[in-house]
T-cell receptor
């Protein structure tokens, strides 16, 4: 079945440093979503990418969808303590099919 | 709108006991899901439903049953709890029908239920 892998599993950064997490799928995806889960909280939707090579920005967050639609990345510029949490990618093989979540990248930010 | 709510928030069971987790959503979503989250393993889909009266198995369905008798509710049952079912359980919903079209939406998650089986 479809597999979605994320690296790294953990990332510790100093406040102000950049952070990137990568997501790779074993199959071509129709779309990919990113979620953030704060410690003790529930996953919250961040963004959805649909087009090959798509790049979207949300303030300090930049999301990319690979040309082959098999990988994606989330980059945070100049991390802040509010960025702490686990970031998940989730991919769907076809539009409307259920999502497969990656294992997540847990980000800690030292002030 | 309350969004997605889950009851209970916490529960401790003894091995062999049964329980039902309730999920409710007020967004008129067609699809509902049950996930479990274990450290280092992300979110794994247990069962899901694409509409009232329908259910389907996900990645890890063994030991669980579900029912969706009403569109807004999705129940997850554990018939005979085992320590391996100790986990955090999240319910989610998505997919709206607006103007006769199926709109592909992100998943909205409930706050979770922390279950411990001793």
């Amino acid at each position: 079945g479809q597999q979605v892998m994320q690296i790294p599993q953990y990332q510790h950064v100093q406040e102000g440093e950049d952070f990137t997490t990568y997501c790779n799928s074993s199959t071509t995806l129709s779309n990919i979503q990113w979620y953030k889960q704060r410690p003790g909280g529930h996953p919250v939707f961040l963004i959805q990418l649909v087009k090959s090579g798509e790049v979207k920005k949300q303030k300090r967050l930049t999301f990319q969808f690979g040309e082959a639609k098999k990988n994606s990345s989330l980059h945070i510029t100049a991390t802040q303590t509010t960025d702490v949490g686990t970031y998940f990618c989730a991919g769907a093989e076809t539009s409307g099919s259920r999502l497969t979540f990656g294992e997540g990248t847990q980000l800690t930010v030292n002030p | 709108n309350a969004g997605v709510t889950q009851t209970p928030k916490f529960r401790v069971l003894k091995t062999g006991q049964s329980m039902t987790l309730l999920c409710a959503q007020d967004m008129n979503h067609e699809y509902m899901y049950w996930y479990r989250q274990d450290p280092g393993m992300g979110l794994r889909l247990i069962h899901y439903s694409v509409g009232e009266g329908t259910t389907a198995k996900g990645e890890v369905p063994d030991g669980y049953n579900v029912s969706r008798l009403k569109k807004q509710n999705f129940l997850l049952g554990l018939e005979s709890a085992a320590p391996s079912q100790t986990s955090v359980y999240f319910c989610a919903s998505s997919y709206s029908i607006r103007g006769g079209l199926l709109i592909w939406d992100e998943q909205y998650f409930g706050p979770g239920t922390r279950l411990t089986v001793t």
